[in-house]
């Protein structure tokens, strides 16, 4: 298994597996001894949630980068050697969708992997397709070819409570599955460098090198968080683990579902974590939230009427502490949403709605649909007439695409004889087809197809 290592006073944060948890009561489930006394236990919550927390194995190539010596830099004419380098890794995952073989796990557990094993606890082992991952906030989305799996429930981790109880599922040191119990221990924490994103749920629930893309459940069994990294000296557990929020996690699945990767909205504003200083100075009456320093022109913050200035203290409804724990919110649920911000404008307080615009980012990348699309970048639209399909928004020169005769400004409108509305469909499509595949593409007023293999 990969692991992400990043210094953080002096200790080492080892990347690793965590679930999305909700919140419960401190009340324990009792299981019947044969005594017929009512002793508390959690085996019959594990005997339905296990089967759905996978164990994956992962194989492939990476690249190496050694630093030469000064007296060999001008013999080779670089300053470093460049080579490729088997490397075999281990991790968790956690199946989200029995029908589809959906199974989430974390981004550094299959990076730069041509091979993935998902193995069962039934002992039954699959190859598994990437769908798509986001680096910057450590989640992937893998999906296998298998009758008879065991989804988890999601529950919702923005009820989470300090104090609630916590059960990590995974896979340490390629031991097997193993369970280890705890208490939600922090919420919102950030920060940490550990990734891009990070609203993470801190755990004392025991995380070791493996866990990475497990499961974190409350006590009914239900998907709080995807637990992805540890703080310790050595990489070693000293009961402060950190997890995806299961809410987090299902916003940036639905995205990749629907194009292949995250589509990542923004707010527009620039903006700092609010202090006792900062709010005494600016007579602000709160000691927590987001100070906004500039809004970017025309973006959904400017249109919505937030200004330099205003505190934000709320999203949906939801406390905010940290400019971190906003941006990784927002950062998450996609382009084109809208959010409920609490706003506080000197002695006033109010809500503001707003609809996120765009990040500087790529429309979908065509080659995550198919090899042969390489190059070229889809998005939803229209054609002439107003029919929806797939829009072809870039094509790269010489790529794949562009040696099918596929030009920017098509549109697809369908494969073969199955009509297709949106990238999500053509994907669904395309993950089914076998053999020749007939693209059904609209050029200004013309209709022609294009064949893949």
Do not use: C, W
């Amino acid at each position: 298994m990969k692991m992400k290592l990043s210094i953080v006073t002096a200790s080492v944060l080892a990347a690793f597996l965590l679930t999305n948890p909700l919140p419960v009561s401190a009340k324990l489930p009792f299981f019947g001894a044969e005594s017929g006394e009512q002793m508390p236990s959690l085996a019959p919550m594990l005997e339905k949630v296990t089967p759905a927390v996978v164990n994956i194995n992962v194989a492939g190539n990476r690249e190496v980068r050694q630093r030469l010596p000064d007296a060999f830099q001008q013999f080779f004419g670089q300053n470093e050697l460049r080579r490729e380098q088997p490397f075999r890794g281990l991790g968790s995952g956690v199946i989200i969708d029995a029908a589809k073989g959906y199974v989430v796990t974390n981004s550094h557990v299959i990076n730069q992997a041509s091979e993935i094993q998902v193995t069962l606890t039934d002992g039954r082992t699959f190859e598994a397709k990437k769908i798509g991952e986001d680096p910057d906030s450590d989640i992937a989305l893998l999906q296998i070819k298998a009758d008879n799996l065991t989804a988890i429930k999601i529950a919702d981790s923005d009820n989470l409570r300090v104090g609630d109880f916590t059960v990590a599922i995974g896979n340490p040191f390629g031991l097997g599955q193993t369970v280890t119990s705890g208490i939600v221990s922090a919420l919102g924490r950030g920060g940490l460098n550990i990734e891009k994103y990070e609203d993470f749920i801190q755990t004392d629930a025991a995380i070791n090198s493996g866990n990475s893309g497990g499961a974190l459940v409350n006590l009914r069994g239900e998907l709080i968080g995807i637990n992805t990294a540890i703080l310790g000296p050595n990489g070693g557990n000293i009961g402060i683990g950190f997890a995806i929020p299961s809410t987090m996690m299902n916003n940036l699945v639905s995205q990749i579902i629907e194009y292949g990767e995250v589509k990542r909205g923004v707010l527009g504003i620039e903006g700092n974590d609010l202090n006792a200083e900062l709010a005494k100075a600016m007579k602000v009456k709160s000691s927590k939230g987001v100070f906004v320093g500039r809004v970017t022109p025309d973006s959904g913050a400017d249109k919505a009427g937030i200004k330099s200035g205003d505190v934000i203290v709320s999203l949906n409804g939801k406390t905010i502490s940290s400019m971190s724990e906003l941006r990784a919110k927002v950062g998450t649920l996609g382009v084109g949403k809208s959010v409920k911000l609490g706003i506080l404008r000197e002695d006033k307080q109010l809500d503001l709605s707003v609809k996120l615009s765009a990040a500087d980012q790529a429309n979908v990348t065509a080659g995550n649909l198919h090899e042969m699309l390489a190059g070229a970048n889809f998005a939803n639209g229209k054609t002439a007439d107003g029919t929806p399909g797939v829009m072809i928004s870039e094509v790269a020169n010489g790529s794949p695409a562009a040696r099918l005769g596929l030009q920017k400004g098509d549109v697809i409108i369908g494969v073969a004889r199955t009509k297709v509305d949106t990238v999500a469909q053509l994907r669904e499509v395309l993950s089914k087809a076998q053999g020749v595949i007939a693209l059904q593409v609209q050029r200004e007023d013309n209709v022609y197809y294009v064949l893949i293999r």
